[in-house]
């Protein structure tokens, strides 16, 4: 399968054209706050974003990605709840053109649709009849892993924190906001080989993510991107499609 694989779940898409940003760092690297949570261990840091995260109960994740080597750019807005969620993504890939598909959580199955040259450059079937039609993938099935991750809220925690070893920044600006971010190693269960994640927290209360950043290679070709999470507390409805075809009847 080619690296473009990735754009079909969420954190693989954390990326933006150009690189990292943050934005507007405060004048000497600081800002005066309320309570902070920003003299506390990157861990420390983390566990009250965890916390924070898990009380709101859902939020939605807008992406963009990009890899130069690939000519890929792409967007992904992910709304994720407690036990199901949802996704739109649009990609598009030099020489072969705009990609897009819509995925669901719901009741421990992913479902997805896209449209032909999505298909196409994910599973290298050219003008596959199954094109903007929903497939199935149950646990175990081909993956699956990939497809659901992200979508709710105990697997979108896993992409959102970085792993050891783990460092902090001084507070500047993020989203507009006063955040620390914690830097480590990106998450594995991001599937997006190995480099650099920020995650920026919000240094007063209620202390949620702000959103994210990785600069990450993966079969040799860089990706880079960010991420920022809003509607916090929003309920999101979302729906088994009316009929499906299970993957394993298909010839993607």
């Known amino acids: 399968m080619p690296s473009t694989r990735r754009m079909i779940q969420f954190a693989a898409s954390l990326g ?3 690189g990292l940003t943050i934005v507007g760092v405060a004048p000497g690297g600081s800002a005066v706050v309320g309570h902070s949570i920003a003299s506390g261990t990157p861990a420390h840091i983390l566990a009250i974003a965890k916390s924070a995260t898990t009380k709101a109960g859902s939020f ?17 807005a992910t709304n994720v709840g407690s036990v199901a969620g949802s996704q739109y993504t649009k990609s598009t890939v030099k020489g072969l053109g705009v990609g897009t598909v819509q995925t669901r959580f ?3 199955i992913a ?9 196409e450059y994910q599973f290298g079937v050219a003008h ?3 094109a903007n039609q929903w497939i199935s993938v149950s646990k175990g099935q081909q993956d699956f892993a990939i497809i659901a991750a992200g ?3 105990s697997s979108a925690w896993l992409e959102i924190a970085p792993v050891a070893p783990l460092s902090k920044s001084k507070v500047e600006t993020f989203a507009g906001k006063s955040a620390v971010a914690v830097i ?9 080989g190995t480099g650099t994640q920020h995650t920026f927290v919000a240094v007063t209360a209620p202390n949620r993510p702000l959103g994210i950043a990785i600069s990450t290679k993966d079969a040799g070709h860089a990706f880079h991107g960010t991420c920022t999470f809003t509607n916090w507390k ?10 499906s075809t299970p993957i394993t009847k298909t010839n993607l």
């Open 151 to 153: 979508m709710t809220m």
């Open 106 to 108: 719901v009741g421990g």
């Open 128 to 130: 596959s009849k199954y």
């Open 111 to 119: 479902y997805f649709n896209a449209n032909a040259i999505f298909l």
């Open 60 to 76: 939605t994740a807008n992406c963009s990605a990009a890899s130069a080597s690939l000519g890929l750019t792409g967007t992904v």
């Open 184 to 192: 480590g190693k990106v998450s594995p269960d991001q599937h997006a």
């Open 16 to 18: 933006v054209v150009g």
């Open 234 to 243: 929003r309920r999101f409805v979302v729906t088994k499609p009316a009929s």
